[in-house]
Nanobody, 115 residues
Framework: QVQLVESGGGLVQDGGSLRLSCAAS????????MGWYRQAPGKQRELVAT???????SYADAVKGRFTISRVSAQNTVYLQMESLNPEDTGVYYC?????????WGQGIQVTVSS
């Protein structure tokens, strides 16, 4: 079992910044991929960014150049630095880990960007 706990969400104005954190604990295997996903009201969950245990990153087109994903593997923690936020970034953000076996998800954290 793996537990993922997100923190750092909240309310921010258009153009503002937030940093999300996700702390993973439990049976974490390597290699793995950790990522952030989001779900806006009435929409499907979508990929935001991923980072492998080797440090390779990928981003959704909508966030490229504005969001940065990073991780501290020794602490099993992944971060999402979000800049130039806009109302379209509003949603529940989920942390996830993919490794051998089942995927695991955090409980999600709300990010609201006001116009």
């Amino acid at each position: 079992q793996v537990q993922l706990v997100e923190s750092g969400g909240g309310l921010v104005q258009d153009g503002g910044s937030l940093r999300l954190s996700c702390a993973a604990s439990g049976r974490i295997l390597s290699p793995n991929v950790m990522g952030w996903y989001r779900q806006a009201p009435g929409k499907q969950r979508e990929l935001v960014a991923t980072i492998t245990s080797g440090g390779s990153t990928s981003y959704a087109d909508a966030v490229k150049g504005r969001f940065t994903i990073s991780r501290v593997s020794a602490q099993n923690t992944v971060y999402l630095q979000m800049e130039s936020l806009n109302p379209e970034d509003t949603g529940v953000y989920y942390c996830a880990i993919r490794q051998f076996g089942p995927d695991y998800w955090g409980q999600g954290i709300q990010v609201t960007v006001s116009s």
